[in-house]
Each structure stands twice: as structure tokens, then as C-alpha cells.
């Protein structure tokens, strides 16, 4: 399954960004020509303002509502795992709709607060300078909940002996949770920023869909992703769009394999 899903299309999206569209072999013309567009480094630009937002929320939030509900009894956290966990449920381009209503004065029921910010329209609303926090908003609603789960499941499995260790030795719940807990789920954390990390370089479904439903006054190349979708559907230039894809997988494999090596995720305890 791996073979097919992800390492042929890999291959071939490998064997396009190195040939040109009758199949001669181009070496890196087809990266220096999209990056010679102008829209590459931009578009990676917003891709990092986004996810320094997202990552960030991502493992302050996450973290923190996972220690403070195994710290709750069993059947209050789990309603509120339920809780977290609902938005996932929706499709991506579900939660960009149902956002776009939230972000439209007028409509939204937080109109007060988008009035008091001096946002009349959508279009006020998703000027350039808020795109980042908007997605990331939207990111960490979808996924959140998920990893709630995930890291919620690593502390349960911190073995009871140890916490009553902590407790027996005048350990408060703020210092069992920073100097016992954190410490036993790192790799789970790790392995949280590495998927994470990587389906935020692949930011697509928001900024597709903000632009359609702003009539294009966000830019279509606004990621790397819909950069890659303009060239390949707009200008036919498939191998260019291919070059983008494989410098996002030369981007994730290298931060993840930082991540890796530096935390020594698979060192054995």
C-alpha cells in the first residue's frame, strides 16, 4: 500500500520534474524555471508564517489540554475528548466553509468582535496580513482534536507507580506534568510536530477555497500547493508543478529528519 499510494507517485512526480513535457530528460530546469516565476519563495514565506502560528498553537494547546484532562476523571475527560474530537469530523473544505461564515460581518455570530476590529466586509476580513492566522485557526480546529487523542493516549500510558512516586516525593500536579509526564511522551510530541509539520507545508484546501469564495482577491498562489495546481492547470505545465511538489518532499524529509536525529525518536528506552 505504501508502494502505491505514496512511493510511485512520488517517482513519477520525480520523473516529471526532471524531463520536459515530451519526456527529454531536463535536469533542474524545471526547478530553476518555477522558481524564476517569482511566486516560490513567496509562497513558501506564507507557508512559514502559517505554520510557525499553527505549530506553535499546536503544541502549547495540545500539550497543555492533554495533561489537564488526565488529570480529570475518566468519564469528564472523555466527554471533553469527544468534545475536542468533533471537528474532525469534518471534511477540510466543510471547515473552510463554515469559517468563511464565521469571518463574514454580519453573519457571524462573533459579528461584534470582527465590527470592533474595523471589519465591514469578508473582504476586511481576509486581507493579506490575516491569511496565516486565519488558516492556522482553521487548521488547528480541524486537527486539533485529533492529537488531543493521540497525546492524551501516551499518558495513559505512564505507569501509575511513577505518578504516585512523584506525589509521595511532595511533586504538585504543575511539576508531575513538566517533570514527569512531558518528559515520558517526548517521542509522541516529536512524532506530532514531524505529521504535523508536514501536512503544513502541504497547505492547499484553505487558501483554494478563500480565494475562490473572495472572488480572487487572495492570491491563487498563495502556497506552494496552489502554486503547483495554477501551473499545472492554468498554464498546462505539469513539470513545473512537479519540480514544487518534490521541493516540498525534500522540505519535509529534511525537517523531519532533523526532528529525528535530534531527539532520537527511535532510540530505544
Same mark, same amino acid.
Given at each position: 500500500?505504501?508502494?502505491?499510494v505514496?512511493?510511485?507517485?512520488? $517517482?513519477y512526480?520525480?520523473?516529471?520534474a !526532471? @524531463?520536459t513535457?515530451?519526456g527529454?530528460f531536463s #535536469? =533542474? *530546469?524545471?526547478f530553476?524555471?518555477?522558481?524564476n516565476?517569482g511566486f516560490?519563495?513567496p509562497?513558501?514565506?506564507h507557508v $512559514? ?5 499553527w !505549530? @506553535?498553537a ?5 500539550i #497543555? =489540554? *492533554?495533561?489537564f484532562?488526565?488529570t480529570?476523571?475518566?468519564r469528564?475527560?472523555a466527554a471533553?475528548r469527544f468534545?475536542?474530537?468533533?471537528p474532525a469530523?469534518f ?8 469559517w468563511l461564515?464565521m469571518?463574514?460581518?454580519?453573519l457571524?455570530?462573533?459579528d461584534?468582535?470582527?465590527h470592533?476590529?474595523g471589519?465591514?466586509?469578508?473582504g ?5 496580513g490575516?491569511l496565516?492566522?486565519i488558516?492556522?485557526?482553521?487548521a488547528f480546529w480541524?486537527?486539533?482534536?485529533s ?7 501516551a499518558l495513559?500510558n505512564?505507569p501509575?507507580?511513577v505518578?504516585e512516586?512523584a506525589s509521595l516525593d511532595?511533586a504538585g500536579p ?10 515520558m511522551i517526548?517521542?509522541?510530541?516529536v ?7 508536514a501536512?503544513g507545508?502541504?497547505?492547499f484546501?484553505e487558501p483554494?477555497l ?11 498562489v498563495?502556497?506552494p500547493?496552489t502554486l503547483?495546481t ?6 498546462n505545465?505539469?513539470?513545473w508543478?512537479?519540480?514544487?511538489s518534490?521541493d516540498?518532499?525534500v ?5 523531519a529528519?532533523?526532528?529525528v536525529f535530534r531527539?532520537r525518536?527511535?532510540?530505544a528506552?
Open positions: 500500500m505504501l508502494g502505491v505514496g512511493l510511485w507517485p512520488a $517517482g512526480a520525480l520523473n516529471l !526532471l @524531463t513535457f515530451d527529454a #535536469g =533542474l *530546469s524545471n530553476t524555471g518555477s522558481y516565476q516560490l519563495i509562497a513558501f514565506e $512559514g508564517e502559517f505554520m510557525l502560528i !505549530l @506553535t499546536l503544541i502549547v494547546m495540545v #497543555g =489540554l *492533554s495533561l484532562m488526565h480529570l476523571a475518566p469528564v475527560s471533553f468534545m475536542f474530537y468533533v469530523a471534511a477540510g473544505s466543510a471547515s473552510v466553509l463554515l461564515f469571518f463574514q460581518p454580519g457571524s455570530p462573533w461584534f468582535v470582527l470592533a476590529l471589519y465591514k466586509t469578508l476586511d476580513t481576509l486581507i493579506s490575516n496565516p492566522i488558516y492556522a485557526l482553521i480541524t486537527g486539533a482534536g492529537w488531543i487523542l493521540v497525546i492524551h493516549g495513559t505512564v501509575d507507580e505518578l512516586a511532595g504543575l511539576q508531575t506534568a513538566l517533570r514527569i509526564k512531558l518528559p517526548k517521542k509522541w510530541v512524532y506530532m510536530l514531524i505529521v504535523a509539520f501536512g507545508t502541504q497547505l484546501a483554494q478563500v480565494s475562490v469564495a473572495n472572488l480572487g482577491l487572495v492570491s491563487p498563495w502556497s500547493n503547483a495554477y501551473l499545472a492547470f492554468q498554464y505545465n505539469f513539470n508543478a512537479a519540480a514544487i518534490i516540498l518532499l522540505v519535509a524529509f529534511v525537517c529528519g532533523v526532528l531527539t525518536l527511535f532510540k528506552d
